[in-house]
């Protein structure tokens, strides 16, 4: 029986209102929200009576099996078993899509109704604007042929893709006919435009405000005579309050900075930075032109509703005459069930006892509107605002912060707090507050951490002796050869192997006592994934077993790619189409793992356009005489089974992964057939997604291995790790894009720009710069926490350090003009770098073994066997008609003899070796030493080349494909290398070379060099 602190208990057993619980990281939210269930069960409240929503499939499948365990162990409650697969633990969307399947013959739906995939309706939306666009083209619609005069320059792409995303935006609004039909009155009315030049006029003095406080920081700095002469220079500014006087004022010559002043450099120039933006914000001539800009906007707005209202007209009519639908729909046709029909809505009401939510701060304005009218004064929200990091999903952390603030007050509802935490040692949880009692607030993040959030030691377990330093660690490293996402993973790297040699000690889940560390008790934790390459290459080459964990995009996994290639090579053979589309697909099909097919004999193939006599085109032939007869989910069937694709993938690795995306793209294929598809509007489809930026993603499988786990944060979400690095804090952010012409948010409405004497952005892009700024800061302060609250038992940062970087000790929480430039997590260390001295540990560069080798470092043993079998032959004529072919290389046109057999099984394994060997550390056994070394020394190769072995190149126009033996890249020259047995005077081979050259002087701007080298003579020839 769990021994439940004072305030879970009053989680799980406070009962007669709405309750918001604001629960922690490792505060125990999942147990109590099971055990509150259990509760509810003991009174008499039925499992099926409960309401309980989550967020993710995932979510509910795991609180299910939470809740069946917890059942099962209390004998008096088993009667609830039997309810508990009828009950809904669920999330939004599937209860929704309930209610729509249940009440389907009231809303004019199918109950058969299906949730089309996204990347299809993106297309097809792109689809419907283009004929709404030629429309209005064709009707000459004034003010539709204003505003592409004034905006589209080239084309029209851009404002529709522009459009789409206000339309996208728009559809999280649950009244959007209403909103579009009132929208002119609304904004376009005196009493708003002032209201936004009030806003737009603070956003000056608050930049005002910025200048006169680095005056304030230069001053207690020791440099007051240079303070003063600031003030001097920038006081008929500060001291103006109209924005004529502003512009007026604007121009200022600073003086310079006084000598040895390096500390306070960055306060000048954070001064210059406000100075720069204020200009910006004058760039007005006067406030009767920012008035005149809004009335210029009015016609584009006008022509823009008028789209967006006739594009939802036609979607919405597809989709019900097709009964195809996003969730975003079913939500929306939910609400409207209820709105419609008050008995349904009275009949919700009163069945449930209780709605549950978990992680409510991932609540968007829809579930929320949903949940209103469902409620009865009996919603328990769970969750933390200060792990809101969804939204990109649209998630509003805004309606977490509104109810706590409320509840608070004992207004509407009960707020309670989980503040003790369960997972992670006192060290880790003391270096958790210290940097968010100084980032994290009610304007940034969300929430007054200081006042109500910091964490409290929980779990007692660790109070054993220490046996090592478990604070936090900031290991600063200088700038070196290499690049930082390459230091940092060497830095990692050689910290856990030392951790691994040291025996560090962790504590045990199971036994609650120390022990050894293992692999699996190391996490890296990043930003983004873009560098996740970089560090499996590290860590291979530094004998580190590594699990990635991340979403990929399916339809850029080779797996993928050659079943699409396979489609292609069947429509061209029904066609009886054999382009250069064809050869691709024929190429790329022959020399898969399917057939393995040697490239002479492929190539000989292409030139004397044989195809028809190839195992390839046969099993192709086959699909094609059963075409007639499939849909799109059928055909791919075929193709898995006509080319034996489940057994020839076992010659792979990630036999897993491959399974899981072919079963992923099934999925696919078998939506798309039930509405309708038939294989070539499959093909066109998967065509379009992997031709697009539409994505399909799908789960990467992940052992559970003795491994180094490397994820990114939101993947890190809800796990903990005992020791936790966090790296890539100096990339800087992904920040929202609003560089879009035209844009729409919930405040301010559509944002045009205006054309007058040239384009001009409306005063409601800088009101939006800055909101979303704030937004998205707030959530990456959000998402640094979720990332540090991973930790057990150790955090270690890793970030770049400058020498003149200056020491900045802040008392209180950052300010908000200097929280509002972060661009980075390095942006926030750096702003209370002076509160976190006492944790920083300078590396040592030159003992962490950096090096560049990784890069062709090939863990493959270079194994060669010698071959003692004995073959006889006997010299035959063969008489038979000559046929002329192109080729590239030279043709063997005779048998050869037992010593010439010797010499090219001799060239085949130097030429092997030489491919799989890294040139710069190969072992010390390594057979072929002497001829390796002579041809580094040849070709003056240093560690800096670029090596490239079996460079492989698809020549379309020339229809050459082909393999280079070895590329090297230098900063200003590329060498080709072939390797040749001993002749290299022929002609064929020099011809040969000709053709690589030819081929990357199209893609490649720098001098080209080709050479022959002899594996026998170790002689190299350059060919002219």
């Not at 109704?113 to 709404?132: A, P, R, T």
């Not at 707005?301 to 005459?321: G, M, W």
């Not at 968007?364 to 769970?382: A, G, K, P, T």
């Not at 009610?442 to 604070?471: L, P, R, S």
């Amino acid at each position: 029986m769990p021994s439940w602190t004072k305030e879970q208990l009053s989680a799980i057993e406070t009962t007669g209102s709405n309750i918001i619980v604001s629960a922690g990281a490792g505060s125990g939210k999942t147990a109590v929200l099971s055990e509150r269930v259990i509760h509810h069960l003991k009174k008499g409240i039925k499992i099926n009576e409960l309401l309980i929503l989550t967020f993710t499939t995932a979510a509910a499948g795991e609180m299910q099996d939470r809740i069946r365990s917890k059942i099962a162990d209390n004998p008096d409650l088993k009667d609830n078993l039997d309810l508990l697969e009828s009950s809904y633990i669920t999330t939004f969307d599937a209860y929704c899509l309930s209610l729509v399947k249940k009440y389907s013959y009231i809303l004019n739906v199918s109950p058969s109704l299906s949730i089309v995939d996204d990347g299809f309706i993106s297309i097809y939306k792109e689809k419907i604007l283009d004929e709404i666009f030629d429309e209005y083209y064709l009707k000459k619609d004034d003010k539709f042929c204003q505003l592409i005069d004034d905006f589209c320059i080239k084309n029209d792409t851009e404002i529709k893709q522009d459009i789409l995303s206000i339309i996208d935006s728009l559809s999280q609004k649950v009244n959007q006919d209403e909103y579009l039909d009132n929208y002119l009155n609304n904004y376009y009315n005196e009493e708003y435009r002032n209201d936004l030049i009030s806003k737009y006029m603070n956003l000056i003095y608050e930049e005002m405000q910025n200048i006169e406080t680095n005056i304030c920081l230069i001053s207690d700095s020791g440099f007051s005579d240079f303070a003063d002469e600031l003030s001097q220079k920038l006081g008929n500014l500060i001291r103006s309050k109209e924005y004529d006087d502003l512009k007026k004022n604007i121009d200022i010559t600073l003086p310079r900075l006084p000598k040895d002043s390096e500390e306070i450099k960055s306060f000048k120039e954070s001064i210059i930075n406000s100075i720069s933006k204020i200009k910006t914000y004058l760039r007005f001539n006067n406030l009767e032109d920012i008035y005149a800009s809004f009335i210029i906007s009015k016609n584009y707005v006008e022509v823009i509703i008028d789209i967006i209202k006739e594009f939802n007209q036609r979607l919405n009519k597809y989709k019900h005459d097709n009964d195809l639908y996003e969730f975003i729909d079913i939500e929306l046709m939910a609400i409207t069930l209820l709105k419609d029909n008050e008995e349904i809505q009275n009949e919700l009401k009163n069945y449930y006892k209780e709605i549950m939510i978990d992680e409510y701060q991932d609540t968007n304005d829809i579930q929320e509107e949903f949940v209103s009218l469902i409620e009865n004064n009996n919603v328990y929200m769970v969750g933390d605002i200060k792990q809101s990091i969804y939204g990109f999903r649209n998630a509003n952390p805004i309606i977490f912060k509104n109810k706590y603030d409320k509840y608070a007050q004992n207004d509407g509802g009960v707020k309670i707090d989980l503040l003790k935490n369960f997972r992670s040692r006192s060290n880790v949880l003391n270096g958790i507050n210290e940097v968010f009692n100084l980032i994290m607030d009610d304007d940034f993040g969300g929430a007054n951490y200081i006042k109500d959030h910091q964490m409290v030691y929980g779990n007692h377990t660790y109070d054993t002796e220490a046996k090592q330093d478990y604070d936090l660690e900031l290991l600063c490293y200088a700038k070196e050869t290499l690049s930082n996402e390459e230091t940092e993973a060497f830095i990692i790297a050689d910290d856990i192997l030392n951790k691994i040699k040291n025996n560090y000690q962790v504590m045990d889940k199971k036994t609650g006592e120390l022990r050894t560390a293992k692999y699996s008790d190391f996490c890296i934790i990043m930003d983004r994934g873009s560098a996740f390459s970089t560090y499996k290459k590290i860590f291979e080459y530094k004998k580190l077993p590594l699990n990635v964990y991340e979403d990929r995009k399916l339809t850029n996994e080779v797996d993928i790619l050659l079943l699409k290639n396979i489609y292609t090579l069947i429509l061209k053979i029904k066609d009886g189409i054999y382009d250069t589309a064809f050869k691709y697909a024929f190429v790329a099909v022959s020399r898969s793992c399917l057939f393995e097919l040697n490239d002479n004999d492929i190539l000989k193939t292409i030139n004397s356009h044989n195809y028809q006599e190839t195992i390839v085109y046969q099993k192709g032939l086959n699909i094609v005489n059963k075409l007639d007869y499939m849909n799109a989910y059928d055909l791919l069937k075929q193709i898995l089974k006509e080319f034996n694709f489940y057994e020839n993938i076992l010659k792979l690795q990630n036999i897993d992964d491959i399974l899981i995306r072919v079963d992923n793209l099934l999925k696919v294929a078998s939506n798309l057939s039930i509405n309708g598809y038939d294989y070539l509007k499959f093909y066109d489809y998967l065509c379009t997604m992997i031709d697009s930026d539409y994505e399909i993603k799908y789960k990467e499988s992940s052992a559970d291995t003795d491994s180094i786990k490397l994820m990114n944060i939101h993947k890190s979400k809800g796990l903990e790790f005992p020791v936790c690095y966090f790296s890539g804090f100096y990339k800087e952010y992904n920040k929202r894009d609003i560089k879009e012409k035209f844009l729409f948010d919930n405040v301010y409405g559509l944002i045009t720009p205006y054309f007058k004497e040239g384009i001009g952005s409306l005063i409601t892009k800088d009101l939006l710069t800055d909101k979303y700024t704030i937004n998205d800061v707030s959530e990456k302060i959000r998402l640094l926490y979720v990332a540090l609250t991973r930790a057990k038992e150790k955090m270690i940062i890793i970030i770049p350090r400058e020498e003149e970087e200056p020491k900045i000790t802040v008392k209180g929480v950052v300010d908000n003009v200097l929280r509002k430039r972060y661009n980075s997590f390095l942006d926030i260390i750096k702003s209370i770098n002076g509160n976190l001295e006492r944790y920083v540990q300078v590396v040592d560069l030159s003992k962490i073994g950096l090096s560049k080798k990784y890069l062709t470092k090939n863990q493959q043993d270079l194994t060669i066997t010698k071959d003692d079998k004995t073959i006889n032959f006997k010299t035959i004529n063969v008489q038979g008609e000559i046929i002329e072919q192109g080729h590239a290389s030279k043709k063997i046109n005779e048998l050869i003899s037992k010593e010439e057999k010797e010499l090219l099984a001799y060239g085949t394994k130097v030429h092997e070796a030489f491919e799989l060997v890294d040139f710069f550390d190969y072992p010390n056994d390594f057979p072929y030493q002497k001829e390796l070394e002579n041809l580094k020394k040849k070709l003056s190769l240093t560690e800096d080349t670029k090596i490239y072995k079996e460079y492989e190149f698809m020549d379309e126009e020339e229809n050459i494909h082909g393999f280079i033996d070895l590329l090297l890249i230098e900063k200003d020259l590329v060498k080709i290398v072939d390797y040749k047995l001993k002749n290299i005077d022929d002609e064929a081979y020099q011809k040969q070379l000709k053709v690589y050259k030819k081929y990357l002087q199209k893609i490649m701007d720098k001098d080209i060099k080709c050479y022959l080298y002899s594996i026998m003579t170790g002689e190299l020839k350059e060919v002219k």
